[in-house]
């Protein structure tokens, strides 16, 4: 069993940064790919980014590409999601999912076995 808890979202006003923090505890020696999704009212979760186990490789959804940053801590399960010039479309749950079994770079929710809870980014102003 893999727990992923989520947080560091807050109310930020447009134009603003923000930067939310992912943490995956499971069996000792496991590393797992991790992504972010988000889902804002009324709409489906949309891929955000996603981050190899080694850190290496990283993948963005088109509507955050060259804004947000996906990082992790070295090879261990904690992952952040840098956010700079929010605007208001930003707005919405985002959560922290870890891929134990499929390969990194998913941009599909099926891709991930382990999801947190989820933490609100609300951007207005």
């Known amino acids: 069993q893999v727990q992923v808890v989520e947080s560091g979202g807050r109310l930020v006003r447009p134009g603003g940064s923000l930067t939310l923090h992912c943490t995956a505890s499971?069996?000792?020696?496991?590393?797992?790919?991790m992504g972010w999704f988000r889902q804002a009212p009324g709409y489906e979760r949309e891929f955000v980014a996603a981050?190899?186990?080694?850190?290496?490789?990283?993948y963005y959804g088109d509507s955050v590409k060259g804004r947000f940053t996906i990082s992790r801590d070295g090879a261990k399960n904690t992952v952040y999601l840098q956010m700079n010039s929010l605007s208001v479309e930003d707005t919405g749950v985002y959560y922290c999912?870890?891929?134990?079994?499929?390969?990194?770079?998913?941009?599909?929710?099926?891709?991930?076995?382990?999801w947190g809870q989820g933490t609100q980014v609300t951007v207005s102003s």
């Open positions: 999912a870890a891929a134990v079994f499929g390969p990194p770079g998913s941009r599909s929710e099926n891709g991930y076995d382990y």
């Open positions: 981050i190899s186990w080694s850190g290496d490789t990283t």
């Open positions: 499971g069996p000792p020696g496991g590393t797992y790919a």
